[in-house]
């Protein structure tokens, strides 16, 4: 159980078009979905939390224009890279949290997806 | 939250233990300590999260100070398959769920 996809799992466009990611809770309902970026050698970057039913929260420095984050459903959320140019190619991975799961103890409630890997020519 | 470090990089031999330190001197009483892994263009893996006692499961063991300021991963009996990044994230267990990860350690596990 607690599967999270992502489609595609790689993505190659021209320079200024728009790309979307999608990221899919399997078998669990997920209010909270995460959006995480991640450069060659580097960790993930937290970009923005997406809540089911209302506008995604941006971390600082995160173009909210840029990337455009949809989630419409309990299980599913969006993110799409508008006008995407070279340096927005990347690993884009997103997470999902267990709306039913309790916070603390010994459960885990959050799961990531494989991650989608978008290069821009 | 608070700010882990962890060393750069490790190794050890295939079938032997690997112990992962990690520093949060600055954690809240109610901050918990998360380990993640990621396998090389992978999405991470959840292993273990403890709050001050130590934690065990299938995968690993999580061993925290008593004043809680550092704690350790221990991988067992490694494999190869265990050679990933490993972070550790202290986070609050609040409305936002956020995980802000660190740079991890990068370990590689010999033949």
């Known amino acids: 159980g607690a599967v999270v996809s992502q489609h595609p799992s790689r993505v190659i466009c021209k320079s200024g078009t728009s790309v979307k990611i999608e990221c899919r809770s399997l078998?669990?309902?997920?209010?909270?979905m995460f959006w995480y970026r991640q450069f060659p050698k580097q960790s993930l970057m937290l970009m923005a939390t997406?809540?089911?039913?209302?506008?995604?929260?941006?971390e600082q420095g995160v173009e909210k224009d840029k990337f455009l984050i949809n989630h419409a459903s309990l299980t599913l959320s969006t993110l799409t890279v508008t006008s995407a140019h070279p340096e927005d190619s990347s690993f884009y991975i997103c997470?999902?949290?267990?709306?039913?799961?309790?916070?603390?103890?010994?459960?885990?409630?959050?799961?990531f997806g494989p991650g989608t890997r978008l290069t821009v020519l | 939250d608070a700010k882990t470090t962890q060393p750069p990089s490790m190794d050890c031999a295939e079938g032997r233990a690997a112990n992962l330190p990690c520093n949060h001197s600055?954690?809240?009483?109610?901050?918990?300590v998360y380990w993640y892994r990621q396998i090389h263009s992978q999405g991470p893996q959840y292993i273990i999260h403890?709050?001050?006692n130590n934690e065990t499961n299938e995968m690993a063991s999580l061993i925290i100070t008593e004043d809680r300021k550092s704690s350790t991963l221990i991988l067992p009996h490694a494999t190869l398959r265990d050679t990933a990044v490993y972070y550790c994230?202290?986070?609050?267990?609040?409305?936002?769920?956020?995980?802000?990860f660190g740079s991890g350690t990068r370990l590689l596990v010999r033949p």
């Open positions: 997470s999902a949290r267990d709306l039913f799961a309790t916070s603390g103890g010994t459960y885990n409630e959050q799961f």
């Open positions: 078998d669990f309902q997920a209010t909270t």
């Open positions: 997406s809540n089911e039913g209302s506008k995604a929260t941006y």
């Open positions: 600055t954690i809240s009483g109610n901050e918990y």
């Open positions: 403890g709050l001050k």
């Open positions: 994230i202290v986070r609050v267990m609040d409305s936002s769920y956020k995980l802000i």
